[in-house]
């Protein structure tokens, strides 16, 4: 099993700037897939960027690409979500997700470990 808690959400006017943190513990020892997802009320979960800790190009959805930026500090097991130009279209709750299955980082589906989530609010 493995358990993730996020942190850094808030709130910001349009074109400001967050950092996102996950810090991830328990079966940690080998890679895996780490995700951002968001979503806002009365829609439906997306997945945003993802990176495996294994190394390799990590990935950003077309929503957010430009804007968004996934990264990891393996050493101290986290993952970031640097989000710039924010806009109030991105305002949701923010979760971080791992699975453990494969390589597949981009298959959004198959990520079943999940923090509580932060919320992320872009006023205009």
């Known amino acids: 099993h493995v358990q993730l808690v996020e942190s850094g959400g808030g709130s910001v006017q349009t074109g400001g700037s967050l950092r996102l943190s996950c810090v991830a513990s328990?079966?940690?020892?080998?890679?895996?897939?780490m995700a951002w997802f968001r979503q806002a009320p009365g829609k439906d979960r997306e997945g945003v960027a993802a990176i495996y800790t294994g190394g390799g190009t990590p990935y950003s959805a077309d929503s957010v690409k430009g804007r968004f930026t996934v990264s990891q500090d393996n050493a101290k097991k986290t993952v970031y979500l640097q989000m710039n130009s924010l806009k109030p279209e991105d305002t949701a709750m923010y979760y971080c997700a791992a699975h453990v299955v494969n390589r597949s980082c981009r298959d959004f589906f198959r990520y079943n470990y999940w923090g509580q989530g932060t919320q992320v609010t872009v006023s205009s």
């Open positions: 328990g079966d940690t020892h080998n890679n895996y897939c």
